[in-house]
């Protein structure tokens, strides 16, 4: 079954990466979140994509140069300020618990550093989400590898685009280093048909972002992928299946 995960929660509606924008993705039953981690100077996991607090709060707080209270001070309702007036970046603590059962989280580590990773594990090893409900992802190959390394439990997928100029060295690439698989740009090369099922045989699962066109998104679909990440994934999912 093909997956629909809602983009830094449903942030075409709400606020990206914040509690209500989670808790908007379970009451539409998207089938998971994706969020991005970092870690403030203090040593707090929280939920933002931004290094800096400028583009959605309006202050320019750097997040891993600050404590958790200052950053927790800006208001980041961003251009969704008027139905949602007054919305904090979240403890990456918090937003696991608006995941709700059975829905998957695509977590991707921001700073490439084992720390993150390590606190990360630290955090996923209080058990609020089950091992199958945890997807970690990473632009850095680097964080991938130490990820899988001392988290074997969980899915672990590449976020790539077309840095690789073939699918056979993309799949030798990632199997060489025990990821489970990609979550590839939606427009990378990678995408076709031929390649998706390249992948498949190999044993990797292949995950696609950020679609938020409907076309798009049917293409993907008869190309086989295994999971669409979209800003408006129910939007998306409810035009494709009626």
């Known amino acids: 079954m093909m997956l629909w995960i809602s983009?830094?929660?449903?942030?075409?509606?709400?606020?990206?990466?914040?509690l209500e924008a989670f808790a908007l993705g379970r009451k539409r039953n998207t089938d998971g979140c994706e969020c991005d981690v970092h870690m403030t100077h203090d040593g707090q996991l929280v939920v933002c994509h931004d290094n800096t607090t400028e583009r959605m709060g309006g202050r320019i707080l750097n997040v891993e140069l600050e404590n958790l209270a200052d950053v927790q001070s800006v208001n980041v309702s961003g251009k969704h300020k008027a139905t949602?007036?007054?919305t904090r970046i979240p403890l990456f603590a918090d937003s696991l618990k608006e995941i709700g059962p059975g829905?998957?989280?695509?977590?991707?580590?921001?700073?490439?550093?084992?720390?993150?990773?390590?606190?990360?594990?630290?955090?996923?090893d209080k058990g609020v989400l089950a091992p199958d409900q945890v997807v970690l992802i990473s632009f850095s190959f680097g964080t991938c590898e130490y990820a899988k390394k001392i988290m074997p439990q969980y899915q672990n997928l590449?976020?790539?685009?077309?840095?690789?100029?073939?699918?056979?060295?993309?799949?030798?690439?990632?199997?060489?280093?025990?990821?489970?698989?990609?979550?590839?740009?939606?427009?990378?090369q990678h995408t076709t048909r031929e390649?998706?099922?390249?992948?498949?045989?190999?044993?990797?699962?292949?995950?696609?972002?950020?679609?938020?066109g409907v076309?798009?998104?049917?293409?993907?679909?008869?190309n086989g992928v295994d999971a669409i990440t979209s800003n408006c994934a129910a939007k998306v999912r409810d035009a494709i299946q009626g």
């Open 215 to 222: 076309e798009d998104a049917r293409e993907m679909i008869a």
């Open 7 to 18: 983009h830094r929660g449903e942030s075409a509606d709400a606020p990206e990466n914040t």
């Open 195 to 212: 390649a998706v099922k390249k992948m498949h045989d190999a044993g990797l699962y292949v995950a696609v972002w950020t679609v938020d």
């Open 84 to 86: 949602y007036p007054d």
């Open 103 to 124: 829905r998957k989280f695509y977590i991707e580590l921001k700073n490439g550093t084992p720390a993150l990773a390590d606190a990360v594990k630290a955090e996923l």
């Open 158 to 188: 590449w976020l790539t685009g077309s840095e690789i100029p073939t699918t056979e060295e993309l799949i030798a690439k990632v199997k060489a280093a025990g990821i489970d698989g990609v979550d590839l740009h939606f427009k990378a």
